[in-house]
């Protein structure tokens, strides 16, 4: 058993020196050009590739109500040329130098970003200049009907026609406000999306997309002098736009602890709960964050545990904190076994979480979180696309591109009462909301007390649902 | 600090003088930098005692290191009556070794800052590590104890097990499922190895034993029948003797490779429509036997499909979701495996455009028997040339890399010839193998939605034999839990 035992000796050195990896380093450059725009430049040559990533601090937050879904319809528009690139060209010129331009809505931004052939730096800078100083000339209202129609189908494809794929609109609807800028779906409602009319789509872009509300990185196989002149050349030009000012809105208080139940075409029941928690990369965010990963990542987290390898009465559970910048979400979610009744799943998760609001968890277990956390660091600094979006995020929500050590300092200093504080302060079992999905005909499946919502018409905005028949 | 920044300040202190910046020209796209060539360090082959193949490269800019062990041990091994051994045996390995059992070994990686997984694919199984490489020492030993000592304990059996069932229960929810298992069966029939389910049908799952798993890792997990890779933060001489350590007293076996036959090709046309009633969307699948990856039309191939469904500008996407509306995407692609696995294409159409949206499939099969423009084969040559570096920035992409080669026995220089290759392939090659491999009249459709709606959409395209399913008829009953 010589293995063995070289084992326990190389573990007894290795368990603390997790606590004190080498520092992060990852070099940048960062500028502003004189229209506002933010630059942050990071050179990688382990690969001949570049990365673009531009972060337009614009999200689903920002639409009006009545207007849901036109950020991300936006996006879309974002990929159909513009005054000097020709519609269709910005796919086709990404991909002979090996890209798939990309981007992506959340609510509080919306991100560009392709990785491609060392060749194309100035090929991506003159079509991203060209997108964000020259975009109205080439536009359409055939080209807005054009994507409108295909996000539509993207509303099908990853909500309607999904088991379970309509919990995320149906939680949000019921933990915000009607007008809190979180409270409706990223894609928006279908009678929104059929609405927006041409004028919107200009004004949207007349507001939100200007260099002063946004940001550049550019990562990976350059020269950082040469790539910062070319940046002046091609963005210099664009136009300072108004300042965009995001109105103030004071943080939510969920009332009660609303229980909903929603009949689907599913098999299993599901349990969903979510609470309103802190705000990215503030105080405890990163206590939940680890919190999450304690009570839902690996199979000696609490719930995995208990739910799925110990009792056997759920095949799966996820747990995670959604950082956002007005705030947070917490979120349980479990599928119960065949047979199995939500109220026993709730009971065993809340459980569990009042364990964790009562004793800290030990050492160990926040060292398995946090460990977890930092290899995924790593992974993230192998590829030039994750971190320029990560000089992006960091940018956005801390003001600080080069946020990745202090992004680690805050997990690697928490301590297993940083834990339960957070578990008590935010996870409150009489202020949150609780979904269950169950099958069709299966009402009894769902937490005891819950309110039916109907199950037909959910695809549009809430006063176009018709009362249940 | 540079000119640039010292301008931008000054420019910062009058913003009037923003509105003057020089224009630069638009008129023309920028011309391209010369494409500047991957460079991968070599790649390095050792051999243990015990016949264990070890492929290493090395990796230094960041202290990180994968490992990938595969085994010739996938599903096509699977023997009738007891379909999802082999995966299942991968499964089984970390739910308790040398002793230990499944939360103890989880707890060891967890606590290294170690992703750790294993489990069995349709050729190969593989055992996975990626680990700071300060911790590979203290992880290699518990990946030892889970390869060569997995104790099997029957309890974790019967977990499994009902999770393998339940997961046939919750296939019924989804249409991807529904039409991949239904292609699956249809093209190759449910007697040949990529006909069935690797992860094993109900009857196997409620018969399969401790003892039939400890007897297939006994035949198949061998040293003999694996190769190792290694990436990362490591030399071979440093490596080594960790390797030997964990893996040199493994017993080699005698193991004959795995030989898959080839299925009979699909003749005519058939339409398989299953019932998912109240379906948002259509899942359109249209598939044919496709060809193995040994086929010196490999590249020829790729360019090809490339050009039909493979990148955001081919045939497919721009035209059903770019000109008409129909889908959030559509793709196609040939999975190429020993033996012909199957082509595939497809897309999730709305529901009330699935007739209009198949025959648009149907016409961009058939375009593909005309004249190919010299421009659109240029483009899908640059597409994959250019972007195969990227693969290449991390240790888990540069490992499955590795592994590819391994499954498919390719060559040491294949990494440093892709490029060359690709950017070869001919215009003539391109329309050859669009001729030969895209055939519109021998294929099968499968469709998955709201049969009231669609079929008789479907049936006035007048494409061929309709046979409508109900899921139960794919996937069988539910089983009872």
Known sequence: ?469 | MTKLLITAVLLGTCPAAALHAQAPDRSRRPALDPVPELTLPPLEERMLDNGLRVLIMEKHDLPLVQLNLIIDAGSVRDQEGRLGVASLTADMLDEGAAGRDALALADTFEILGARFGVGGGTHQSVVSLRVPVARLAAALPVVSDIVLRPDFPAAELERLRKERLTGLLRQHDEPNAIAAVLAGSALFGKAHPYGRSGGGDEPSLRAVSVADLAAFHRQYWRPDNATLVIVGDITPDGVRPLLEAAFGGWERGPVAPARVAPAGQVQGRTIFLVDKPGAAQTVVRLARIGVARSTPDYYALEVMNTILGGMFTSRLMQNLRETHGYTYGASSGFDMRPAPGPWIAGAAVQTSVTGAALTEFMNELRRMHQPIPEDEVARARSYLASGFPRAFQSVAGIAARLSDMVLHDLPPQYFNEYTGRVLSVTHADVERVARAYIDPDNLSIFLVGDRRIIEPQVRALELGEIRTLEIADVLGPPPAL
């Open chain 1, 1 to 469: 058993m010589k293995a063995a035992l070289l084992w326990l000796s190389a573990l007894a050195l290795v368990a603390p020196a997790a606590a004190q990896p080498a520092p992060i380093r990852v070099e940048i450059e960062q500028f502003t050009l004189p229209n506002g725009l933010r630059v942050i430049l990071h050179r990688d040559t382990i690969t001949p590739t570049i990365a673009t990533n531009i972060w337009y601090h614009v999200g689903s937050a920002q639409e009006a109500p009545g207007r849901t879904g036109f950020a991300h319809l936006f996006e879309h528009i974002m990929f159909e040329g513009s005054r000097n690139v020709p519609e269709g060209a910005i796919d086709e010129w990404f991909g002979e130098v090996g890209g798939a331009p990309n981007g992506s809505t959340a609510p509080d931004r919306t991100n560009y970003m392709q990785s491609f052939s060392a060749s194309a730096l100035e090929l991506a800078l003159f079509i991203e200049s060209d997108r964000m100083g020259h975009l109205l000339p080439a536009m359409s209202p055939a080209s807005v009907d054009g994507q409108r129609d295909v996000v539509k189908n993207e509303r099908r494809q990853s909500y309607d026609n999904v088991p379970y794929g309509l919990a995320d609109q149906v939680l949000t609807e019921a933990m915000y406000p009607a007008a809190h800028p979180y409270s409706w779906p990223v894609i928006g409602y279908m009678d929104h999306l059929t609405n927006a009319s041409y004028q919107d789509v200009v004004d949207f872009f007349r507001r939100y997309y200007a260099p002063n509300n946004a940001s550049l990185v550019i990562a990976g196989d350059i020269d950082v002098e040469r790539t910062r002149a070319l940046v002046g050349k091609w963005f210099a030009d664009v136009p300072r736009g108004a300042a965009v000012t995001s109105p103030e809105v004071s943080p939510p208080r969920l009332e009660g602890a609303p229980r909903l139940r929603l009949e689907d075409r599913v098999q299993l029941p599901r349990i969903d709960m979510r609470w309103i928690t802190a705000a990215a990369y503030q105080p405890d965010d990163a206590a939940l964050i680890t919190l999450g990963r304690i009570l839902g990542a690996g199979k000696n987290s609490r719930l995995y545990r208990r739910l799925v390898y110990e009792l056997q009465i759920a095949d799966d559970v996820a747990v995670r904190q959604d950082s956002r910048q007005l705030n947070g979400e917490f979120e349980i979610s479990a599928t119960a076994r065949a047979g199995r009744d939500l109220d026993e799943l709730d009971r065993v998760i809340m459980e569990e979480v009042a364990r964790l609001q009562r004793e800290p968890p030990d050492a160990r277990e926040l060292a398995r979180a946090v460990n977890q956390y930092e290899v995924g660091f790593l992974e993230q600094l192998e590829r030039v696309d994750a971190k320029a979006d990560a000089l992006n995020e960091y940018l956005f929500y801390t003001g600080r591109p080069d946020y990745f050590n202090e992004d680690l300092a805050r997990f690697r200093a928490l301590t297993p009462s940083d834990i339960s504080n957070a578990a008590r302060r935010w996870l409150d079992a009489q202020a949150r909301v609780t979904l269950s999905i169950v099958p069709e005909g299966r009402p009894e499946l769902a937490v005891e007390g819950s309110r039916p919502v109907p199950n037909h018409d959910l695809e549009l905005s809430p006063p176009q649902r018709k009362p249940t028949s």
